[in-house]
């Protein structure tokens, strides 16, 4: 018995079932926004992988390893983003996949060559 006398059933919330139902659809909709960033991460690095990879087979022959490749491939994609939005072909790398891959490679390989010139002749090799 509770406090004012009348008996409740075990499991009963003050909420209601329309209020559990509210937090039920709350947690899928948070559920399933966690969902939609890990894959878009998880994407991410996959195409900043191969992009990485190709980029050390032209400038070496063979791929670099796969932090290496993750690392060229990611902060190629940034480079070469800005590089091709500088000479009017940006949009190039929102095609889907083959445009992030291809700002990708041509990131890493400036970066590279770059990175070559000013500070190690050895560097990416």
Wanted: zero cysteines.
């Amino acid at each position: 018995m509770s406090k004012s006398g009348s008996i409740t059933k075990r499991g009963d919330s003050e909420l209601g079932w329309p209020a559990t139902i509210i937090i039920g659809i709350v947690v899928v909709l948070v559920l399933f926004q966690i969902l939609d960033v890990l894959s878009g991460l998880i994407f991410g690095i996959i195409l900043a992988t191969i992009a990485g990879m190709i980029a050390g087979q032209v400038l070496r022959g063979r791929p670099y390893s796969f932090l290496m490749s993750l690392g060229l491939g990611f902060f190629g994609g940034v480079v070469g983003q800005v590089l091709l939005g500088l000479i009017g072909f940006g949009g190039l790398a929102d095609i889907p996949l083959v445009g992030s891959i291809l700002a990708g490679v041509i990131g890493a390989v400036v970066l590279v060559f770059g990175m070559r010139a000013v500070k190690d002749g050895d560097f990416g090799r």
